[in-house]
């Protein structure tokens, strides 16, 4: 079964800072990789998705992330933070060619300071 | 609009009761969820199903049900099995085709 690690519970940064959010998952076989954002008071929304091709995918708002295999990792990353970036990020993943089972992370609340 | 209904926004119950949480999609998708969202637990997967009439056990499946009658709907019962119901629950849907997940606004179960 498939399993998502989210190391930073929460990251308080600085506008301007560079972010970093770690991801990590376990499972053997191909995966579909997924970060999603929800802004307070918001619904959850799709950041940037990772299916097959370049590892490195971007996203909307300034956000990209790099899908690397052989570290089971799919981290978040945006060079210069803005105050509106503050929300909680939450990682993804769906094991390919399954039943469609999509498994989350515990989270990352970042807030920035303005 | 297309997009997921859940409702309602917030219910109360007492301990002991089953109590029902709706959710409607008019997107057309195959596929939808019900996970549990914890402060500093993420969202984690209770139910979720293919294709009508088969739906299968997310990770904390214990002391829930769930029916899949209509392509539209995908009820969630809390059931007076379930140890610690009080939780926002929220409902997901999407097709097979790795297109991403659309959420519901959620429904905050306070059970007392």
């Known amino acids: 079964a498939q399993s998502v690690s989210q190391h930073n519970h929460h990251v308080i940064l600085s506008e301007a800072a560079s972010l970093e959010l770690g991801c990590n998952y376990s499972?053997?076989?191909?995966?579909?990789l997924f970060w999603y954002v929800q802004y307070p008071g918001q619904h959850l929304q799709l950041l940037l998705k990772y299916l097959s091709g370049d590892p490195l995918v971007k996203g909307i708002k300034g956000f990209e992330a790099e899908f690397i295999k052989s570290k089971f990792s799919f981290n978040l990353r945006k060079p210069s933070v803005q105050w509106s970036d503050t929300a909680e990020y939450f990682c993804?993943?769906?094991?390919?060619?399954?039943?469609?089972?999509?498994?989350f992370g515990s989270g990352t609340r970042l807030s920035i300071r303005p | 609009d297309g997009g997921i209904t859940q409702s309602p926004k917030y219910l109360f119950r007492k301990e002991g009761q089953n109590v029902t949480l709706s959710c409607e999609q008019n997107?057309?998708?195959?596929?939808m969820y019900w996970y549990r969202q914890d402060p500093g637990q993420g969202l984690r997967l209770i139910y979720y199903?293919?294709?009508?009439?088969?739906?299968q056990k997310g990770d904390i499946a214990e002391g829930y049900s769930v029916s899949r009658e209509k392509k539209e709907s995908f009820p969630l019962t809390v059931t007076s099995a379930q140890k610690n119901p009080t939780a926002f629950y929220l409902c997901a849907s999407g097709d097979v085709n790795n297109s991403p997940l659309h959420f519901g606004n959620g429904t905050r179960l306070t059970v007392t």
């Open positions: 499972y053997g076989g191909t995966v579909n």
């Open positions: 993804a993943v769906k094991a390919r060619g399954s039943a469609s089972k999509i498994i």
């Open positions: 199903s293919q294709i009508v009439n088969d739906f």
């Open positions: 997107l057309n998708h195959d596929a």
